[in-house]
């Protein structure tokens, strides 16, 4: 069983950068390839990116690729993604996920799901 918390969303304006956190609870956290996921008010969730369970293979939808950098600290239990060239339409509570399957695009592989943290981007 893994528990998931996200940090590090807040307001940002297009063009600037934030950093998401998830601390995860349990010591098979490194056992997990971790996503992450995003919302937007009226849209479905959908995939951000995902990291392999040794910090050596991602992979990333197209809205992210070459802004985002997901990473991950199995030591420190954590996956963090960093944002840069931020845009209005990056608006959403994003969420990070663990599964069993690498790589995982969809949310009905991920077993285990934080609650989420807040990015909005306006000027």
């Known amino acids: 069983q893994v528990q998931l918390v996200e940090s590090g969303g807040g307001l940002v304006q297009p063009g600037g950068s934030l950093r998401l956190s998830c601390a995860a609870s349990?010591?098979?956290?490194?056992?997990?390839?971790m996503g992450w996921f995003r919302q937007a008010p009226g849209k479905e969730r959908e995939f951000v990116a995902t990291i392999s369970w040794s910090p050596g293979s991602t992979y990333y939808a197209e809205s992210g690729m070459g802004r985002f950098t997901i990473s991950r600290d199995n030591a420190k239990n954590t996956v963090s993604l960093q944002m840069n060239r931020l845009k209005a339409e990056d608006t959403a509570v994003y969420y990070c996920?663990?599964?069993?399957?690498?790589?995982?695009?969809?949310?009905?592989?991920?077993?285990?799901w934080g609650q989420g943290t807040q990015v909005t981007v306006s000027s």
């Open positions: 349990g010591r098979t956290f490194s056992s997990y390839a």
């Open positions: 996920a663990a599964a069993q399957i690498y790589p995982a695009t969809t949310q009905k592989l991920y077993a285990h």
